[in-house]
């Protein structure tokens, strides 16, 4: 990446700075809040080997911003060259970080706070125009996205790390409102799939093209704690026939019985989140299961689980006027009223809550509350082209990952759209992943 220079000016586009404002404010009040409620030698400590320290994710946002903004938009000299292969992702598996000369607490957060005081500076007098990563203020919202990924990483290493919890929140209010159908019909035909003009779409997401769906049926709400329970007593982790050979071996291999977090005492099934121990409750979306048990679930069922295409589908596809909306609700960007987003609380809300938020044909929350895994494998759009890097996405394409859609409740909303689009191993439970299960239209 070659940094270069761009025109600054009294440029117009005011409404945009001030999202870009406001959007880089909430993803840093966020880094704030996750790196300061616990002492520093938390921060340093690493808590699983599948997740950094803390001070590492504190430190890469910041040298991000300063790559992206200070360098490349601004084409200002580096600040801190040195540390560029510290905070590289891809130089450094998660479980070596612990052993490298790390930037310590303090002096992460005052490279952090430097860099978004001269990124500042530089959003005052930018004009959005005239280069791809300045028009709409590209890259300063890929930033933004970039740095609630981390909070949202940063998060799930606090749900990982043993000790009282260093978070509080209120439940999520129960917006349940009466029985609902358990599934809907999704009608066949083509919809509109990803964005061409979503000014903030990452590369993936892109190109929108048309795509048919047949027919099928699509659970109203994410598949329950209640729901899962069931498939456990009905022998469901001991039984290979609805499983996939790899999802078996990883069952066998690792004891694997119940979601990540639960445990069987008295009789009863109690799970850990964020510190505190708790009764599973029934009626919320179950998380923190792979994709080799949500397809076992699926199966066992009778069920299957929905293509990246169908959920898409369902989630943005009005049958009344035939085109793609941004959400399941319409275009309007997300309310407190619409979804279970941006860490307000630390759990999923009920299933069946939201009903602002449900999709033209009733189904709920197909944004927050839970990352939903769907059966496809991660592959790029006709007509793809990576950008602004191809580590992004593209390097990532292929069998070994799977689609996850709609987001969870510790997804912000500038990081979450109806064509958002996010990946991982299959093997994958730490992350805050339920699911929901489909079938063809034809089946009984």
């Given at each position: 990446?070659?940094?270069?220079?761009?025109?600054?000016?009294?440029?117009?586009?005011?409404?945009?700075?001030?999202?870009?404002?406001?959007?880089?404010?909430?993803?840093?009040?966020?880094?704030?809040?996750?790196?300061?409620?616990?002492?520093?030698?938390e921060l340093i400590a690493?808590?699983?080997?599948?997740?950094?320290?803390?001070?590492?994710?504190?430190?890469?946002?910041?040298?991000?911003?300063?790559?992206?903004?200070?360098?490349?938009?601004?084409g200002r000299e580096a600040?801190?060259?040195?540390?560029?292969?510290?905070?590289?992702?891809?130089?450094?598996?998660?479980?070596?970080?612990?052993?490298?000369?790390?930037?310590?607490?303090?002096?992460?957060?005052?490279?952090?706070?430097?860099?978004?005081?001269?990124?500042?500076?530089?959003?005052?007098?930018?004009?959005?125009?005239?280069?791809?990563?300045?028009?709409?203020?590209?890259?300063?919202?890929?930033?933004?996205?970039?740095?609630?990924?981390?909070?949202?990483?940063?998060?799930?290493?606090?749900?990982?790390?043993?000790?009282?919890?260093?978070?509080?929140?209120?439940?999520?209010?129960?917006?349940?409102?009466?029985?609902?159908?358990?599934?809907?019909?999704?009608?066949?035909?083509?919809?509109?799939?990803?964005?061409?003009?979503?000014?903030?779409?990452?590369?993936?997401?892109?190109?929108?093209?048309?795509?048919?769906?047949?027919?099928?049926?699509?659970?109203?709400?994410?598949?329950?704690?209640?729901?899962?329970?069931?498939?456990?007593?009905?022998?469901?982790?001991?039984?290979?026939?609805?499983?996939?050979?790899?999802?078996?071996?990883?069952?066998?291999?690792?004891?694997?019985?119940?979601?990540?977090?639960?445990?069987?005492?008295?009789?009863?099934?109690?799970?850990?989140?964020?510190?505190?121990?708790?009764?599973?409750?029934?009626?919320?979306?179950?998380?923190?299961?792979?994709?080799?048990?949500?397809?076992?679930?699926?199966?066992?069922?009778?069920?299957?689980?929905?293509?990246?295409?169908?959920?898409?589908?369902?989630?943005?596809?009005?049958?009344?006027?035939?085109?793609?909306?941004?959400?399941?609700?319409?275009?309007?960007?997300?309310?407190?009223?619409?979804?279970?987003?941006?860490?307000?609380?630390?759990?999923?809300?009920?299933?069946?809550?939201?009903?602002?938020?449900?999709?033209?044909?009733?189904?709920?929350?197909?944004?927050?509350?839970?990352?939903?895994?769907?059966?496809?494998?991660?592959?790029?759009?006709?007509?793809?082209?990576?950008?602004?890097?191809?580590?992004?996405?593209?390097?990532?394409?292929?069998?070994?990952?799977?689609?996850?859609?709609?987001?969870?409740?510790?997804?912000?909303?500038?990081?979450?759209?109806?064509?958002?689009?996010?990946?991982?191993?299959?093997?994958?439970?730490?992350?805050?992943?339920?699911?929901?299960?489909?079938?063809?239209?034809?089946?009984?």
């Amino acid at each position: 990446m070659t940094p270069t220079e761009t025109e600054f000016g009294p440029a117009g586009h005011e409404d945009l700075r001030r999202r870009v404002l406001a959007a880089l404010g909430s993803a840093r009040d966020r880094t704030a809040l996750l790196t300061s409620c616990v002492e520093d030698g938390e921060l340093i400590a690493q808590h699983s080997p599948l997740m950094s320290p803390l001070v590492w994710d504190l430190a890469h946002i910041g040298n991000q911003e300063e790559q992206w903004l200070w360098r490349a938009v601004a084409g200002r000299e580096a600040l801190r060259p040195e540390i560029d292969s510290l905070y590289d992702a891809f130089e450094h598996p998660r479980s070596a970080r612990p052993s490298l000369p790390l930037l310590a607490p303090g002096e992460a957060r005052s490279y952090a706070a430097d860099v978004r005081s001269r990124v500042l500076d530089v959003l005052a007098g930018a004009r959005f125009e005239g280069r791809p990563l300045l028009d709409e203020a590209f890259a300063f919202g890929m930033i933004a996205q970039h740095e609630q990924q981390h909070d949202e990483t940063m998060l799930i290493t606090h749900q990982l790390r043993e000790g009282p919890s260093a978070l509080t929140d209120l439940p999520p209010p129960d917006l349940r409102s009466g029985p609902l159908p358990a599934d809907v019909l999704v009608p066949g035909g083509p919809f509109t799939m990803g964005t061409s003009g979503e000014p903030w779409a990452l590369d993936n997401e892109r190109p929108a093209h048309v795509r048919f769906v047949p027919a099928f049926r699509l659970d109203t709400t994410p598949v329950t704690n209640g729901a899962y329970l069931a498939f456990m007593a009905d022998g469901g982790y001991t039984d290979p026939r609805w499983w996939r050979p790899e999802g078996w071996a990883q069952v066998r291999e690792h004891g694997i019985a119940a979601p990540l977090f639960w445990h069987l005492d008295g009789g009863q099934w109690l799970r850990r989140r964020f510190g505190t121990t708790e009764q599973v409750p029934e009626e919320e979306p179950v998380v923190h299961v792979s994709w080799y048990e949500a397809d076992a679930y699926a199966r066992w069922a009778g069920r299957r689980l929905p293509t990246e295409a169908e959920w898409e589908k369902a989630a943005r596809h009005d049958p009344v006027s035939g085109r793609s909306r941004r959400y399941p609700w319409g275009d309007a960007d997300p309310g407190p009223g619409h979804a279970n987003l941006g860490q307000r609380h630390l759990r999923p809300a009920p299933a069946g809550s939201w009903p602002e938020g449900a999709s033209p044909l009733g189904v709920r929350q197909l944004i927050g509350d839970v990352w939903e895994w769907t059966a496809s494998d991660f592959l790029p759009y006709p007509g793809f082209r990576a950008f602004p890097y191809k580590e992004y996405s593209e390097v990532f394409f292929g069998p070994g990952h799977k689609v996850l859609r709609g987001g969870s409740f510790a997804v912000d909303p500038v990081a979450c759209r109806g064509t958002f689009r996010n990946w991982d191993l299959p093997v994958r439970r730490q992350i805050f992943a339920g699911f929901r299960t489909a079938r063809d239209a034809e089946s009984v």
